[in-house]
């Protein structure tokens, strides 16, 4: 039972564009949700998170979003850069940004920015 | 500062065959965690320690065992291994889920 599903395995992008990562869930109690960033051959990376009482949450180039009532989030990278080739991690929790004990997190978007 | 690190980065077993994966973190966090992650699949939390000294069960904790045997260190024991538990397994340290750090991954084949 995958709570948190991001349906696009990939995605391609050309630099400078925007790129826009998705991702649906299902547990209506999740109350905070996290983008990782992953490279080959390393862990993932906390990218930016937002808390259920926001529906916006910018830092620098990356902005998330989050439509309670269509239980999704996205996440907008403006411009993209070949730097940000990478998997995209959606992730999300019960008991907000404390507790880690059951975040579910979503299979990944392999995202490749085009020079 | 090496952050998290885990030994080793690649392993084969056969089924039936033990091992420890080794996890140290050198950030003073409490909180400690053991993830998988299969292809098509997300990361999925294995075991927990909250603090030096306590251990609880997360997601998918079957065939597995852990230690906390310090506040740096929290390892994870396949007693018998089975071609399921071919993944790649991640720990990481961290009191808050926007502080969870990772460590770059244990790669284990079981055949």
């Known amino acids: 039972d995958q709570q948190v599903k991001q349906n696009s395995p990939s995605l391609s992008v050309q630099e400078g564009r925007i790129s826009i990562l998705n991702c649906d869930y299902t547990n209506s109690m999740f109350d905070y949700f996290l983008w990782y960033k992953k490279y080959p051959a390393e862990g993932p990376t906390f990218l930016i998170s937002?808390?259920?009482?926001?529906d916006k949450n910018e830092d620098g180039r990356f902005t998330v979003f989050l439509n309670k009532s269509a239980k999704h989030l996205s996440l907008h990278i403006v411009p993209s850069q070949p730097g940000d080739s990478a998997v995209y991690f959606c992730?999300?929790?019960?008991?907000?940004?404390?507790?880690?004990?059951?975040?579910?997190f979503g299979a990944g978007t392999r995202l490749t920015v085009k020079p | 500062n090496a952050g998290v690190t885990q030994t080793p980065k690649f392993q084969v077993l056969k089924t039936g065959q033990s091992m420890t994966l080794q996890c140290a973190q050198d950030m003073n966090h409490n909180s400690m965690y053991w993830y998988r992650q299969d292809p098509g699949m997300g990361l999925r939390l294995i075991y927990y320690?909250?603090?030096?000294?306590?251990?609880d069960k997360g997601e998918v904790p079957n065939g597995y065992n852990v230690s906390r045997l310090n506040k740096r260190e929290f390892s994870l024991r396949l007693e018998s291994a089975a071609p399921s538990q071919t993944s790649v397994y991640f720990c990481a340290a961290g009191d808050s889920l926007y502080e969870q750090y990772f460590g770059p991954g244990t790669r284990l084949t079981v055949t």
């Open positions: 937002i808390s259920s009482i926001k």
């Open positions: 320690s909250a603090s030096e000294g306590t251990t």
């Open positions: 992730a999300a929790s019960v008991g907000g940004s404390y507790n880690n004990n059951d975040m579910r």
